[in-house]
T-cell receptor
Framework: GAVVSQHPSWVICKSGTSVKIECRSL??????MFWYRQFPKQSLMLMAT?????????EQGVEKDKFLINHASLTLSTLTVTSAHPEDSSFYIC???????????????FGPGTRLTVT | DAKTTQPTSMDCAEGRAANLPCNHS???????VYWYRQIHSQGPQYIIH???NNETNEMASLIITEDRKSSTLILPHATLRDTAVYYC????????????FGGGTRVLVKP
């Protein structure tokens, strides 16, 4: 099946700094990618939809100025957590769907996740 | 997208079939049933999806009731590696449509 990678797999940063997380579709092109956040023992929460060549669409309650999303190519989306605080510590997961598959029934493929710890 | 209801947790015996129920009584005619699973500290993994016919692949079988108000995911021979949280999601099958995850069922396969 299709492969989605994330980098880094884990990161520890100091409060107030910014962290960039990359999401890549390795063997397919994705005009749309999704960013999720997952706190311990909770389900995945969609943060935003990343659209290649245009602005991301954020879910209600997600600060777009804090979580900057850039989808500059058909295989790469980045999420930057700006001025990170301990409450931003979480598991961040991206997903992508193959743009070439018709009808939109293509399943989403998820990355392995990035564990962010803000100290 | 229609909401789903799943049991919070269930245990099953290694080597036996695991039957995971999902209720989606408000499903619309153009909504598909998707199943994903998430093994601890990993990203979710796609399992199977269907509209109204039963589906089978190398991982599992999906049985959808005739009225489409519920479905069952069947893992034919559960292994210890099938221990995970299983999510049942219903959504319109159109391009770019997002997935909304509920609480899922925490499945523990025991030897």
């Amino acid at each position: 099946g299709a492969v989605v990678s994330q980098h880094p797999s884990w990161v520890i940063c100091k409060s107030g700094t910014s962290v960039k997380i990359e999401c890549r579709s390795l063997d397919f092109q994705a005009t749309t990618m999704f960013w999720y956040r997952q706190f311990p023992k909770q389900s995945l929460m969609l943060m935003a939809t990343s659209n290649e060549g245009s602005k991301a669409t954020y879910e209600q309650g997600v600060e777009k100025d804090k979580f900057l999303i850039n989808h500059a190519s058909l295989t790469l989306s980045t999420l930057t957590v700006t001025s990170a605080h301990p409450e931003d510590s979480s598991f961040y997961i991206c997903s992508a769907r193959d743009s070439r598959l018709a009808g939109g029934l293509a399943e989403q493929y998820f990355g392995p996740g990035t564990r962010l710890t803000v100290t | 997208d229609a909401k789903t209801t799943q049991p919070t947790s269930m245990d099953c015996a290694e080597g036996r079939a695991a039957n995971l129920p999902c209720n989606h009584s408000t499903i619309s005619g153009n909504e598909y049933v998707y199943w994903y699973r998430q093994i601890h500290s990993q990203g979710p993994q796609y399992i199977i999806h269907g509209l109204k016919n039963n589906e089978t692949n190398e991982m599992a079988s999906l049985i959808i009731t005739e009225d489409r108000k519920s479905s069952t995911l069947i893992l034919p021979h559960a292994t210890l590696r099938d221990t995970a949280v299983y999510y049942c999601i219903v959504r319109v099958g159109s391009a770019g449509n997002k997935l909304t995850f509920g609480g899922g069922t925490r499945v523990l396969v025991k030897p």
